[in-house]
C-alpha cells in the first residue's frame, strides 16, 4: 500500500484521509477503532488508547498513558485527538526473550562505561541491529496487525497512513524529560511498514543518548521499558503543525502560553529543522474573554516535512510566500490555547498541583481541523528554580552572529563546528557546540559543551530543551553560525541580553549575580522598575518589584519599529527614496501601513504589560527629541532642525501639533487596543514634558478623541514633573491628573539650569541640591492634597542611598528603578541584611 505523496490530488488524498475533528470525537464515544477495546489490559499486547489512563505508565509508558487520558478525559470536552492503540510493554519484553536478547544486552550495558562515546557507539549500534533483525513474536504481531486493520476500517481505508511512535516507562516524567530519546516514524501505511517500524521503535530505546541519558539519572536500564504508540496521522503535511508551552520556558513565567507553528508535519519544529512562528498568549486575560494575543514572531520556516512516496516522509523547501505569512491565523492560535490550558488544569488537578505542560499539535490540510497529537509535563521549570541568575557582560565586543536567545546565561570557549554525528568524537569538553542543528544522538557531547549555537530551530527545538535542562547558553536559529565561525576561534555566547542572542569574538569578561527573590526584603515604599525591552519582561516579571514605574516606548519604536509614524501615515511624502523602499518592504503588502505600526507597539507593550499583571504598568507615550525623530525612517522629512532639542518641539506639545497629531493617534490606537482588545488594562499612561496647563487640556481632549478617555475602564492618566512649572503649578496639575512621575534629571537640568550633557558644569549637576528636593517634596505634599500619587523614575534613587531615604521620609508613593538596583533599594529602604553576591568570570 502506498499513501499518496504530497504531489496527488487533492481530490484523491482529501477523499482518502480529509477526517474532521467530530469523526475522531464519534470513533471515541463509539469505542471503534482498535481490537481489542472490551478486553482487559492483561489479556491482550495491543490496548486502545480510549481504555487507557496515566495510571497505566507500567503497562504503555509515559506517551501512550498519557494519549489514553487526553483521549477519555478531554475529547469529551470537545479537544480532538486523533485515535489508535498502543503495543504493550509486555509485547516489547517478549520480543526480547524470545529472542535471546535479554541478559546479554543489560549484561553488556552494566558493563559499559558511557564516558567511553566510541564504546558506546559501537554497543548501541549491535543492540538495535539485534532488536530490529529479530522477528516479533508470532501472538505479538498477529494482534499488532489485527489491531492495525480496525483502525484502518474504522477510518474507512484498507491500510490507513500511521504515526508510529516510542513510548517508555521512563518518559514524559515532571522529573526528567527524555526529550528526543526514542524514535517516532510518520506516514507509516500497510502491515509489513508497521512490523518494522516497531521493531524499529523497540531498537530504538537504546540509542546512544537513550542509553547515557538514563546512566546519567540513575535509571536502571532493565527496568525500564518500551510501549509502542500507533496514532492515526493528521494531514499536517498539507498543514501546519507545531508544539504548545503553557508557560513561558526562559523566565518560568506560569501566566503565558507559548505556541510554535510550522508548515508541514511536526517534527520539523521538535526537532529544530526550522526557526517556526511563535505566538504568546497571556492566559489571566485570555481567561476574561480576551483575545490577549500578546506577541507574533514570523519565523522563516525554511522547509516543510511531508510524505514522500512509498510511506516515507520528505524536506522540501518552503516557497517564499509561505515563509513569509504566519502558519496559524490569531482563532487557531486562540483555539489551541483554550485547549492547552484544559490539559494543564485537568493534569495538574491528577498531579495535585500546578503542571506545567509541553503539547504537540497539527492542523489537518485538508479539513482545517485542529488536533492535540501529544502532552507530556514541562521539566525544566516544573521542579521550581529557588534562584535567579542575572548574567552581564563586563566588556564590550564584536558581534559575530546572532539568533533567539536560550535561557539567561552567557559562556565562552574555542568553537568545534559539528556538521555530523561522525564528528563528535573530536569534540573536546568546554569547546563551544556550533552545529546546523543538534540531534539526540548527540546528548553524551553536549552536555559537556559551554555552550552550543545552531543555524536552524526556535526556542521549543530540542537544542533549546535540551540546553535548557543542562543550564547551559544556547543560541538557535542564527542561520550562519556554522559559516560564519571558524574553528577554533574563542567566542562568548550571551543569552544575556533579551530574546537576542549574540555570539561575540573573544573571550569576553561577565559577571555572574544570584539572587533569592524570596530573600528580598519588604521595602517601605513600594519599588517598581523602569522597564524599555519586551524580551527581557517576563525575566524581570518574577521579581518582587511593585510593577512598572516607567515603560519607555522610545524602545519599542526605535528597535522594532524603526520608522517614523508620520511615515507610515504619510508615505507619500517621504523624500528619500531609498529610506521609502525600506518603509515598504518591512510593511509589506497591507492596505493601511499605520498598522504596522500600532502592531508593533501595542504588542511592545502588551508584553511588558503581561509580564507584571495585574501589578501597574505606567505607559509614557513617545519622548523623542526632534533629532532622536529624524533618525528614524522617513523621519527626517517630518522633523525641523532644532538648535536646543532638548528644550524644543518635545512631549506633550507634539501630540495636539498638526505636524504630529496623527502620529500620536497611532500611539492611543496601541494603547486602546492593549487595554480594551487585549485586556490588559494595569496599563497606565503618562504624558511627558507637559508644560502648562493649557496644554494638558490639548493632550487629554487628543486622547479622548482616540479612545482614551481618562476614568473610562478605569485608566488612570499621569503626568511627569519634569519642568519647574510642574512644580509652581502642582495644585492645578493634579487637578487633571492621577498622578505624577518625577523625572529627577530633567528637573534638576531644568532647575539649576544646567545642561546635563556639559562635561564642564557636571560637577554641579546635584540631584539632591536642595532646590531639587525642595520641588520635589512641594509636589509631594501638593499631589496628596488632592489625594494624587506621586512616584519617581530617575537614577537617582539607585545610585545615593541617602535620596532613596529622602524619597521614602516625605512619604513618596513609588519609587521606580532599574532592575539590577531592585534589590539594592529594597534594602536600603528596610533593615534586612544583603541577599546578593557576584563574581566575576572571564
Given at each position: 500500500?502506498?499513501?499518496?505523496?504530497?504531489?496527488?490530488?487533492?481530490?484523491?488524498?482529501?477523499?482518502?484521509?480529509?477526517?474532521?475533528?467530530?469523526d475522531?470525537?464519534?470513533?471515541?464515544?463509539?469505542?471503534?477503532?482498535?481490537?481489542?477495546?472490551?478486553?482487559?489490559?492483561?489479556?491482550?499486547?495491543?490496548?486502545?488508547?480510549?481504555?487507557?489512563?496515566?495510571?497505566?505508565?507500567?503497562?504503555?509508558?509515559?506517551?501512550?498513558?498519557?494519549?489514553?487520558?487526553?483521549?477519555?478525559?478531554?475529547?469529551?470536552?470537545?479537544?480532538?485527538?486523533?485515535?489508535?492503540?498502543?503495543?504493550?510493554?509486555?509485547?516489547?519484553?517478549?520480543?526480547?526473550?524470545?529472542?535471546?536478547?535479554?541478559?546479554?544486552?543489560?549484561?553488556?550495558?552494566?558493563?559499559?562505561?558511557?564516558?567511553?562515546?566510541?564504546?558506546?557507539?559501537k554497543?548501541g549500534?549491535?543492540?538495535?541491529?539485534?532488536?530490529?533483525?529479530?522477528?516479533?513474536?508470532?501472538?505479538?504481531e498477529?494482534?499488532?496487525?489485527?489491531?492495525?486493520?480496525?483502525?484502518?476500517r474504522?477510518y474507512?481505508?484498507?491500510?490507513?497512513?500511521?504515526?508510529?511512535?516510542?513510548?517508555?516507562?521512563?518518559?514524559?516524567?515532571?522529573?526528567?524529560?527524555?526529550?528526543g530519546?526514542?524514535?517516532?516514524?510518520?506516514?507509516?501505511?500497510?502491515?509489513?511498514?508497521?512490523?518494522?517500524?516497531?521493531r524499529?521503535?523497540?531498537?530504538?530505546?537504546?540509542?546512544?543518548?537513550?542509553?547515557?541519558?538514563?546512566?546519567?539519572?540513575?535509571?536502571?536500564?532493565?527496568k525500564?521499558?518500551?510501549?509502542?504508540?500507533v496514532?492515526?496521522?493528521v494531514?499536517?503535511?498539507?498543514?501546519?503543525?507545531?508544539?504548545?508551552?503553557?508557560?513561558?520556558?526562559?523566565?518560568?513565567?506560569?501566566?503565558?502560553?507559548?505556541?510554535?507553528?510550522?508548515?508541514?508535519?511536526?517534527?520539523?519544529v521538535?526537532?529544530g529543522r526550522?526557526?517556526?512562528?511563535?505566538?504568546?498568549?497571556?492566559?489571566?486575560?485570555?481567561?476574561?474573554?480576551?483575545?490577549?494575543?500578546?506577541?507574533?514572531?514570523?519565523?522563516?520556516?525554511?522547509?516543510?516535512?511531508?510524505?514522500?512516496?512509498?510511506?516515507t516522509?520528505?524536506?522540501?523547501?518552503?516557497?517564499?510566500?509561505?515563509?513569509?505569512?504566519?502558519?496559524?491565523?490569531?482563532?487557531?492560535?486562540l483555539?489551541?490555547?483554550?485547549?492547552?490550558?484544559?490539559?494543564?488544569?485537568?493534569?495538574?488537578?491528577?498531579a495535585?498541583h500546578a503542571?506545567?505542560m509541553?503539547?504537540?499539535?497539527?492542523?489537518?490540510?485538508?479539513?482545517?481541523?485542529?488536533?492535540i497529537?501529544?502532552?507530556?509535563?514541562?521539566?525544566?521549570?516544573t521542579?521550581?528554580?529557588?534562584?535567579?541568575?542575572?548574567f552581564?557582560?563586563?566588556?564590550?565586543?564584536?558581534?559575530?552572529?546572532?539568533?533567539k536567545?536560550?535561557?539567561?546565561?552567557?559562556?565562552?570557549?574555542?568553537?568545534?563546528?559539528?556538521?555530523?554525528?561522525?564528528?563528535?568524537?573530536?569534540?573536546?569538553?568546554?569547546?563551544?557546540?556550533?552545529?546546523?542543528?543538534?540531534?539526540?544522538?548527540?546528548?553524551p557531547?553536549?552536555?559537556?559543551?559551554?555552550?552550543?549555537?545552531?543555524?536552524?530551530?526556535?526556542?521549543?527545538?530540542?537544542?533549546?530543551?535540551?540546553?535548557?535542562?543542562?543550564?547551559?547558553?544556547?543560541?538557535?536559529?542564527?542561520h550562519?553560525?556554522?559559516?560564519?565561525?571558524r574553528?577554533?576561534?574563542?567566542?562568548?555566547?550571551?543569552?544575556?541580553?533579551?530574546?537576542?542572542?549574540?555570539?561575540?569574538?573573544?573571550?569576553?569578561?561577565?559577571?555572574?549575580?544570584?539572587?533569592?527573590?524570596?530573600?528580598?526584603?519588604?521595602?517601605?515604599?513600594?519599588?517598581?522598575?523602569?522597564?524599555?525591552n519586551?524580551?527581557?519582561?517576563?525575566?524581570?516579571?518574577?521579581?518582587?518589584?511593585?510593577?512598572?514605574?516607567?515603560?519607555?516606548?522610545?524602545f519599542?519604536?526605535?528597535?522594532?519599529?524603526?520608522?517614523?509614524?508620520?511615515?507610515?501615515?504619510?508615505?507619500?511624502?517621504v523624500?528619500?527614496?531609498?529610506?521609502?523602499?525600506e518603509?515598504?518592504?518591512?510593511?509589506?503588502?497591507?492596505?493601511?501601513?499605520?498598522?504596522?505600526?500600532?502592531?508593533?507597539?501595542?504588542?511592545?507593550?502588551?508584553?511588558?504589560?503581561?509580564?507584571?499583571?495585574?501589578?501597574?504598568?505606567?505607559?509614557?507615550?513617545?519622548?523623542?527629541?526632534?533629532?532622536?525623530?529624524?533618525?528614524?525612517?522617513?523621519?527626517?522629512?517630518?522633523?525641523?532642525h532644532e538648535?536646543?532639542?532638548?528644550?524644543?518641539f518635545?512631549g506633550?506639545?507634539?501630540?495636539?501639533?498638526?505636524?504630529?497629531?496623527?502620529?500620536?493617534?497611532?500611539e492611543?490606537?496601541?494603547?486602546?487596543r492593549?487595554?480594551?482588545?487585549?485586556?490588559?488594562?494595569?496599563?497606565?499612561?503618562?504624558?511627558p514634558?507637559?508644560?502648562?496647563?493649557?496644554?494638558?487640556?490639548?493632550?487629554?481632549?487628543?486622547?479622548?478623541?482616540?479612545?482614551?478617555?481618562?476614568?473610562?475602564?478605569?485608566?488612570?492618566?499621569?503626568?511627569?514633573?519634569e519642568?519647574?512649572?510642574?512644580?509652581?503649578?502642582?495644585?492645578?496639575?493634579?487637578?487633571?491628573?492621577?498622578?505624577?512621575?518625577?523625572?529627577?534629571n530633567?528637573?534638576?537640568?531644568?532647575t539649576l539650569?544646567?545642561d546635563?550633557?556639559?562635561?564642564?558644569?557636571?560637577?554641579?549637576?546635584?540631584?539632591?541640591?536642595?532646590?531639587?528636593?525642595?520641588?520635589?517634596?512641594?509636589?509631594?505634599?501638593?499631589?496628596?492634597?488632592?489625594?494624587?500619587?506621586?512616584?519617581?523614575?530617575?537614577?537617582?534613587p539607585?545610585d545615593?542611598?541617602a535620596?532613596?531615604?529622602?524619597?521614602?521620609d516625605?512619604?513618596?508613593?513609588?519609587?521606580?528603578?532599574?532592575?539590577?538596583?531592585?534589590?539594592?533599594?529594597?534594602?536600603?529602604?528596610?533593615?534586612?541584611?544583603p541577599?546578593?553576591?557576584?563574581?566575576?568570570?572571564?
Open positions: 500500500m502506498i499513501c499518496p505523496p504530497i504531489g496527488a490530488s487533492s481530490a484523491e488524498a482529501g477523499a482518502r484521509t480529509a477526517f474532521s475533528a467530530k475522531h470525537l464519534k470513533f471515541a464515544e463509539n469505542g471503534v477503532g482498535t481490537a481489542g477495546a472490551t478486553r482487559p489490559h492483561a489479556m491482550s499486547y495491543t490496548i486502545p488508547f480510549e481504555a487507557l489512563r496515566l495510571e497505566d505508565i507500567a503497562q504503555v509508558g509515559g506517551k501512550n498513558a498519557s494519549l489514553g487520558e487526553l483521549i477519555s478525559e478531554l475529547t469529551p470536552h470537545g479537544i480532538a485527538v486523533p485515535r489508535g492503540f498502543a503495543l504493550s510493554v509486555s509485547a516489547f519484553r517478549e520480543h526480547l526473550a524470545k529472542a535471546g536478547l535479554s541478559d546479554p544486552i543489560y549484561a553488556a550495558l552494566e558493563a559499559l562505561d558511557i564516558a567511553d562515546v566510541a564504546e558506546l557507539a554497543l549500534a549491535a543492540i538495535r541491529s539485534q532488536i530490529r533483525e529479530a522477528p516479533l513474536p508470532a501472538q505479538v498477529q494482534e499488532l496487525i489485527r489491531s492495525y486493520q480496525e483502525l484502518s474504522s474507512g481505508e484498507p491500510e490507513t497512513d500511521v504515526a508510529v511512535r516510542s513510548s517508555a516507562t521512563a518518559e514524559d516524567l515532571p522529573t526528567a524529560s527524555f526529550a530519546q526514542q524514535e517516532s516514524y510518520l506516514n507509516v501505511c500497510g502491515a509489513a511498514a508497521l512490523v518494522q517500524a516497531v524499529d521503535c523497540m531498537a530504538s530505546l537504546f540509542t546512544d543518548r537513550a542509553i547515557a541519558y538514563r546512566a546519567e539519572r540513575g535509571f536502571a536500564h532493565r525500564v521499558g518500551l510501549s509502542v504508540g496514532q492515526k496521522m494531514r499536517s503535511d498539507v498543514g501546519a503543525a507545531g508544539v504548545i508551552f503553557t508557560l513561558d520556558t526562559e523566565s518560568g513565567s506560569r501566566d503565558v502560553v507559548i505556541v510554535t507553528s510550522s508548515w508541514g508535519l511536526g517534527e520539523s521538535v526537532k526550522v526557526n517556526p512562528d511563535e505566538f504568546w498568549v497571556h492566559k489571566p486575560t485570555f481567561e476574561q474573554g480576551f483575545a490577549s494575543i500578546i506577541r507574533r514572531d514570523v519565523g522563516d520556516k525554511s522547509v516543510t516535512l511531508i510524505y514522500g512516496p512509498d510511506g516522509t520528505e524536506e522540501q523547501v518552503t516557497g517564499p510566500l509561505l515563509t513569509s505569512i504566519a502558519s496559524l491565523k490569531d482563532e487557531d492560535v483555539t489551541l490555547t483554550r485547549w492547552a490550558l484544559s490539559i494543564e488544569r485537568h493534569y495538574s488537578s491528577k495535585g503542571l506545567p509541553d503539547i504537540e499539535w497539527a492542523r489537518d490540510g485538508h479539513t482545517g481541523d485542529l488536533f497529537v501529544q502532552a507530556r509535563p514541562e521539566t525544566v521549570h521542579q521550581g528554580a529557588a534562584r535567579l541568575e542575572r552581564e557582560l563586563r566588556e564590550k565586543g564584536t558581534v559575530l552572529v546572532r539568533g536567545s536560550v535561557g539567561s546565561r552567557i559562556g565562552s570557549g574555542p568553537v568545534r563546528v559539528i556538521r555530523d554525528a561522525s564528528e563528535l568524537a573530536s569534540f573536546i569538553p568546554g569547546e563551544v557546540l556550533v552545529a546546523p542543528m543538534t540531534d539526540p544522538d548527540w546528548e557531547v553536549l552536555r559537556k559543551a559551554a555552550a552550543v549555537v545552531t543555524d536552524q530551530g526556535g526556542r521549543t527545538c530540542h537544542a533549546a530543551i535540551i540546553s535548557r535542562e543542562l543550564g547551559i547558553p544556547c543560541v538557535v536559529g542564527s550562519d553560525a556554522t559559516t560564519t565561525l574553528e577554533g576561534q574563542e567566542i562568548t555566547v550571551s543569552c544575556a541580553e533579551g530574546d537576542d542572542g549574540r555570539v561575540y569574538a573573544g573571550k569576553l569578561a561577565f559577571e555572574r549575580q544570584e539572587v533569592d527573590p524570596l530573600a528580598i526584603p519588604t521595602p517601605r515604599v513600594p519599588v517598581m522598575l523602569n522597564v524599555a519586551p524580551d527581557s519582561a517576563f525575566r524581570l516579571g518574577q521579581l518582587p518589584s511593585a510593577g512598572v514605574g516607567l515603560l519607555r516606548v522610545e519599542v519604536v526605535g528597535s522594532q519599529i524603526g520608522i517614523h509614524p508620520m511615515a507610515l501615515v504619510h508615505p507619500d511624502r523624500k528619500n527614496v531609498a529610506e521609502l523602499r518603509i515598504l518592504k518591512r510593511v509589506g503588502e497591507v492596505p493601511d501601513p499605520t498598522n504596522y505600526f500600532v502592531d508593533k507597539m501595542a504588542l511592545g507593550v502588551a508584553q511588558i504589560a503581561a509580564a507584571f499583571y495585574p501589578r501597574d504598568v505606567i505607559v509614557r507615550f513617545s519622548d523623542f527629541k526632534t533629532n532622536e525623530y529624524a533618525g528614524l525612517l522617513g523621519g527626517s522629512t517630518f522633523e525641523p538648535d536646543n532639542p532638548m528644550i524644543g518635545r506633550a506639545s507634539r501630540y495636539y501639533h498638526e505636524a504630529y497629531r496623527a502620529g500620536f493617534a497611532l492611543c490606537r496601541a494603547i486602546d492593549v487595554r480594551n482588545m487585549m485586556g490588559l488594562r494595569n496599563v497606565k499612561v503618562m504624558v514634558f507637559c508644560r502648562t496647563i493649557k496644554e494638558a487640556h490639548h493632550v487629554l481632549d487628543e486622547m479622548a478623541r482616540n479612545g482614551l478617555r481618562r476614568g473610562e475602564h478605569d485608566l488612570e492618566v499621569y503626568v511627569m514633573c519642568i519647574p512649572s510642574n512644580v509652581v503649578l502642582a495644585d492645578d496639575f493634579a487637578e487633571l491628573f492621577d498622578g505624577f512621575s518625577i523625572g529627577s530633567d528637573l534638576t537640568q531644568l539650569g544646567i546635563r550633557d556639559s562635561a564642564t558644569l557636571a560637577p554641579l549637576f546635584d540631584e539632591q541640591d536642595p532646590a531639587v528636593l525642595r520641588s520635589i517634596e512641594h509636589v509631594v505634599r501638593a499631589a496628596h492634597r488632592h489625594g494624587r500619587k506621586v512616584g519617581i523614575c530617575g537614577q537617582a539607585s545615593h542611598p535620596f532613596a531615604r529622602f524619597l521614602a516625605i512619604d513618596i508613593d513609588t519609587i521606580s528603578v532599574t532592575s539590577d538596583a531592585l534589590s539594592a533599594v529594597c534594602e536600603v529602604l528596610s533593615d534586612s541584611e541577599n546578593a553576591h557576584s563574581s566575576a568570570a572571564e
